[in-house]
């Protein structure tokens, strides 16, 4: 029901040639012509061949952007952490449900890749180049928290943020695997020797 009335509630914001406006209003100009080359950049990566697709999923993009930042801006997060969580959450769904309306699984995959530096493919192929015993179980679950850490990493306030939860969840992957009778130092040694001989 809640993703029904998100898609209704965007819908209504297109205007009538079914174009997604670029939510500018208050924002600065600098920091937005910044955001608008940031989402292109994540667009151009998705190879669209419609460029009036390509510019609707570059203003989502773009106003995710913009949103996170007024979000980010109106709490102190020392003393109001709890309330900036709460509306991260309730927009957290919005980006994927606008982006349904262009793009495929994969492709809002590579969104969300996109604004997160690519950490997620990054950390698990280094995980399984450290690692080459691990079973497709554990490579099941190193990925499930990647992609639980890239979802909170989308929401972060900047690059420090996004890297944080990339590196929290790299903490817990690394105890569980230490539990599971893996000498993680050995093997990052031996993986380090490995790229030597390369």
Do not use: C
């Amino acid at each position: 029901m809640r993703k029904v009335l998100v898609l209704l509630v965007f819908l209504i914001s297109l205007d009538a040639l079914g174009q997604v406006a670029l939510k500018t209003e208050g924002q600065d100009p600098q920091y937005v012509e910044t955001i608008k080359g940031r989402a292109q950049k994540i667009v151009d990566g998705l190879q669209l061949t419609d460029a009036q697709k390509a510019e609707n999923v570059r203003n989502i993009i773009a106003n995710r952007y913009f949103l996170l930042n007024d979000i980010h801006s109106k709490y102190d997060k020392k003393t109001q952490e709890e309330a900036l969580y709460a509306e991260l959450y309730k927009h957290h769904f919005e980006l994927a449900s606008a982006l349904s309306l262009y793009l495929n699984e994969e492709q809002i995959d590579a969104v969300k890749d996109g604004m997160t530096y690519g950490r997620l493919k990054r950390d698990y192929n280094a995980q399984l180049e450290m690692i080459p015993t691990l079973t497709d179980e554990e490579k099941a679950q190193i990925l499930i928290w990647l992609k639980e850490a890239r979802e909170y990493a989308m929401d972060a306030a900047d690059s420090k943020g996004k890297h944080f939860w990339f590196d929290k969840y790299r903490g817990r992957t690394n105890n569980w695997l230490s539990a599971r009778g893996y000498d993680l130092k050995k093997e990052r040694d031996e993986w380090m020797k490995r790229n030597q001989k390369k």
